[in-house]
């Protein structure tokens, strides 16, 4: 184990402190505004270390070498999703709308090519810049999946708003981590998950009435279920099935 320390000046708030190296692992350290020693792992795989301006840098290696275990599982837990990621290479394929489809990457040598994805003939045609990285053809494909969701929205928040007798406000779609959607009753905004382009278009249909039952009731208690059941009366069978493909 080793540690690198700096006081480079990030901020009147926040400073770096440098790297400490846990069984190889490096945990970055960077003192905050914060009551507690807090570790946590970023999108990336990186783990960084928050430090209350109180703590003595002895306390934040004592607390880092505590954690090892936590620290290897993580690593190992990170390096196996980002194993099972689809990488959005050609011949790959894309879960849309409940179905496996094919990948067409076709490669612009143009140095100012744009990354744009569509729908053809059966499958998803990804067209970009020559090794444009993984953060690009995602985000082509997100609005890809965005657009075909707003296109599938705008019939069943229709149907729902006749059936509930209540407008929605603002509609939402971005990528949730642990919700299919959400409902804020006060503004009747409604938020959607990205990852729902992925499924059976009857789960999107039931997301949209689930949604609309909070309008009405906050919590799933009995009658929440009872409203949603008259207007839906396969919500559970969805509910249960929807739950058994997890958010990604």
Not at 76 to 81: D, G
Request: charged share 25%; aromatic share 8%; hydrophobic share 40%.
């Amino acid at each position: 184990m080793s540690v690198q320390s700096g006081s480079k000046r990030v901020s009147r708030r926040v400073r770096a402190e440098g790297v400490y190296r846990v069984d190889g692992i490096p945990v970055y350290f960077t003192r905050k505004n914060v009551r507690n020693l807090r570790l946590r792992i970023d999108a990336h795989g990186e783990f960084h270390l928050s430090i209350p301006w109180r703590a003595s840098l002895a306390m934040a290696r004592e607390f880092v070498d505590e954690q090892v275990a936590w620290i290897s599982w993580q690593q190992q837990r990170f390096t196996r999703r980002q194993a099972a990621q689809p990488q959005l290479v050609d011949g790959e394929t894309v879960a849309w709308w409940g179905q496996d489809v094919p990948l067409k990457v076709v490669e612009d040598p143009h140095p100012r090519a744009c990354a744009v994805a569509e729908v053809r003939d059966g499958a998803i045609v990804l067209r970009l810049p020559v090794g444009a990285p993984l953060e690009k053809r995602q985000r082509a494909v997100d609005k890809l999946r965005k657009s075909s969701l707003e296109m599938r929205l705008a019939p069943l928040l229709a149907k729902w708003s006749a059936a509930f007798d209540i407008a929605p406000g603002e509609v939402r779609i971005r990528r949730m981590k642990s919700r299919w959607g959400s409902c804020n009753p006060h503004t009747r905004a409604l938020t959607f998950n990205l990852e729902l382009s992925a499924k059976d278009p009857k789960y999107l249909d039931y997301v949209v009435a689930h949604e609309f039952t909070h309008y009405f009731h906050a919590n799933h208690g009995p009658e929440f279920h009872a409203l949603l059941s008259a207007k839906l009366p396969e919500e559970r069978e969805l509910h249960r099935a929807l739950n058994r493909r997890n958010v990604t």
